[in-house]
């Protein structure tokens, strides 16, 4: 795979004790590589674990201080938020789960630290979506900004209805029913996935998926989504879950047998994989030759490394070279493919290409 020479971002991570001896220069290509990867938060907590914040030099420091304010009222506004969500969803019949960023936080997981959020996922029942979507609606969340054609293209293909926004606050609800589109190449069971979701201490009505299933969504998500501006604060997400998780030490078995059961290993196999090369997660050998049956072939590996090792790194100019591009493409494509057969995907790119863009609606003169 591609050196990390450029990367200073993912250096650091690995070893934050190198950036006691950074030039200013290099302070200042950090801090620009964070802030495109939406870690400058999270480094900063990294720099406070190792006892290095003293050394971030005044001129810098007030990046890091300002993303972690933000990060700690996003925090704040998210906790508040769901209070609101398992209000508006109190007749539901099902339990409120959680997903991602905003689990981590519900939960209290090392993951929370300096997570930056767009929005808040919940997973529901497929047959209490128009329940889900209609109490939503009467408590100030609606679907707003999409053309007529991107929502039947949700409501007809994919695992989510429409995002919702709220009239007042504008924050942005994702309710989904599935991890992955109905018409992706893999279907994991929604039904087992909310079988094991845990109760949040301390936020009655609020679940979140069970650890391994967590950590199986993250990589779902990361290597099923063809636009990766924020990939290596995704991949520091599953570096903090696995971590954790691993301190229970029947936690592998359970991941790569959970794996298998939910058609996700390939998924695991590309996440354990990158892990290890940005950020040196601890992974033991016997995970890793368990999760060597779902590599793909040498070829495909290799086109597969050169592209990741591109796409995973901060988005920005510091970490590109003349290849990213074609990478940026590829990662696109190929995640697609994945979640659309070609007589579906080919008309939708179609009309996302040459339709969408002439029936916007005009902004107002």
Same mark, same amino acid.
């Given at each position: +795979?591609?050196?990390?020479?450029?990367?200073?971002?993912?250096?650091?991570?690995?070893s934050?004790?190198i950036?006691?001896?950074?030039?200013?220069?290099?302070?200042?290509m950090?801090?620009?590589?964070?802030?495109?990867?939406g870690l400058?938060?999270?480094?900063?907590h990294?720099?406070?674990?190792?006892g290095?914040?003293?050394?971030?030099?005044?001129?810098?420091?007030w990046? !890091?201080?300002?993303? /972690?304010?933000?990060?700690?009222?996003?925090?704040?506004?998210?906790?508040? /938020?769901?209070?609101?969500?398992?209000?508006?969803?109190?007749?539901?019949?099902?339990? #409120?789960?959680?997903?991602?960023?905003?689990?981590?936080?519900a939960?209290?997981?090392?993951?929370?630290? *300096?997570r930056? !959020?767009?929005?808040?996922?919940?997973?529901?029942?497929? /047959?209490?979506?128009?329940?889900?979507?209609?109490?939503l609606?009467?408590?100030?969340?609606?679907? $707003?900004?999409?053309s /007529?054609?991107?929502?039947?293209?949700?409501?007809?293909?994919?695992?989510?209805?429409?995002?919702?926004q709220?009239?007042?606050?504008?924050?942005?609800?994702?309710?989904?029913?599935?991890?992955?589109?109905? $018409?992706?190449?893999?279907?994991?069971?929604?039904?087992?996935?909310?079988?094991?979701?845990?109760?949040?201490? *301390?936020?009655?009505?609020?679940?979140?998926?069970?650890?391994?299933?967590?950590?199986?969504?993250?990589?779902?998500?990361?290597f099923?989504?063809?636009? #990766?501006?924020h990939?290596?604060?995704?991949?520091?997400?599953?570096?903090?879950?696995?971590?954790?998780?691993?301190?229970?030490?029947?936690?592998?078995?359970?991941?790569t047998?959970?794996?298998?059961?939910?058609?996700?290993?390939?998924s695991?196999?590309?996440?354990?994989?990158?892990l290890r090369? !940005?950020?040196?997660?601890?992974?033991?050998?016997?995970?890793?030759?368990t999760l060597?049956?779902?590599?793909?072939?040498?070829?495909?590996?290799?086109l +597969?490394?050169?592209?990741f090792?591109?796409?995973?790194?901060?988005?920005?100019a510091?970490? %590109?070279?003349?290849? $990213?591009?074609?990478?940026?493409l590829?990662? !696109?494509?190929?995640?697609?493919?994945?979640?659309?057969?070609?007589?579906?995907?080919?008309?939708?790119?179609?009309?996302?290409?040459?339709?969408s863009?002439?029936?916007?609606?005009?902004?107002p %003169?």
């Amino acid at each position: +795979m591609k050196p990390l020479s450029r990367n200073l971002l993912s250096r650091t991570l690995r070893s934050p004790d190198i950036a006691a001896q950074f030039s200013m220069s290099e302070w200042d290509m950090l801090v620009r590589q964070a802030r495109a990867a939406g870690l400058l938060a999270r480094l900063a907590h990294r720099f406070c674990q190792h006892g290095l914040t003293a050394a971030i030099p005044a001129v810098a420091r007030w990046h !890091f201080d300002a993303a /972690e304010t933000l990060a700690d009222k996003q925090q704040t506004a998210v906790r508040w /938020e769901l209070q609101q969500l398992r209000a508006a969803l109190v007749d539901l019949g099902s339990p #409120l789960i959680v997903l991602k960023g905003a689990a981590y936080v519900a939960a209290n997981l090392p993951a929370a630290a *300096g997570r930056l !959020f767009n929005d808040i996922d919940i997973l529901v029942p497929r /047959e209490r979506l128009k329940q889900a979507e209609s109490s939503l609606m009467l408590a100030g969340w609606h679907a $707003t900004g999409l053309s /007529e054609y991107d929502k039947r293209y949700y409501r007809r293909w994919m695992h989510e209805i429409p995002p919702m926004q709220h009239v007042q606050r504008a924050t942005v609800i994702d309710v989904h029913h599935a991890i992955l589109p109905d $018409t992706a190449r893999y279907h994991p069971d929604s039904a087992k996935l909310r079988s094991r979701a845990v109760a949040v201490e *301390g936020l009655p009505g609020i679940h979140v998926l069970a650890a391994e299933d967590r950590i199986l969504h993250s990589a779902t998500h990361l290597f099923h989504d063809g636009e #990766l501006p924020h990939g290596l604060r995704d991949l520091t997400d599953l570096d903090l879950l696995l971590r954790d998780a691993a301190l229970d030490h029947h936690f592998w078995p359970r991941l790569t047998a959970r794996a298998d059961e939910l058609q996700l290993s390939r998924s695991l196999f590309y996440a354990l994989r990158y892990l290890r090369h !940005f950020l040196d997660t601890p992974v033991p050998d016997d995970v890793t030759a368990t999760l060597d049956a779902a590599a793909p072939n040498r070829v495909t590996l290799a086109l +597969m490394d050169r592209i990741f090792s591109r796409v995973l790194a901060p988005d920005h100019a510091s970490c %590109a070279d003349s290849f $990213t591009p074609a990478a940026r493409l590829a990662a !696109f494509v190929r995640a697609h493919w994945l979640r659309m057969p070609a007589h579906l995907l080919i008309p939708h790119l179609f009309h996302k290409a040459f339709v969408s863009p002439y029936q916007r609606t005009p902004k107002p %003169a």
